[in-house]
């Protein structure tokens, strides 16, 4: 999957938890918040990997 399309899938992750929170629903948005949370320390985890750099 292309970094693009995996951060604009986090996002809307994270927005779909925003709603979520907003609407009273949280237990789920918590749910979608720590998706967010995850994917995109994988995502930049991935990212650094990728160049070579540890730091």
């Given at each position: 999957?292309?970094?693009?399309?995996?951060?604009?899938?986090?996002?809307?992750?994270?927005?779909?938890?925003?709603?979520?929170?907003?609407?009273?629903?949280?237990?789920?948005?918590?749910?979608?918040?720590a998706t967010?949370?995850?994917?995109?320390?994988?995502?930049?985890?991935?990212?650094?990997?990728?160049?070579?750099?540890?730091?």
């Open positions: 999957m292309n970094d693009l399309y995996k951060d604009i899938l986090t996002g809307l992750v994270f927005m779909v938890g925003l709603l979520g929170f907003l609407s009273g629903e949280f237990i789920i948005s918590s749910a979608l918040f967010a949370a995850i994917a995109s320390n994988v995502n930049v985890n991935s990212k650094r990997g990728k160049t070579g750099s540890i730091a």
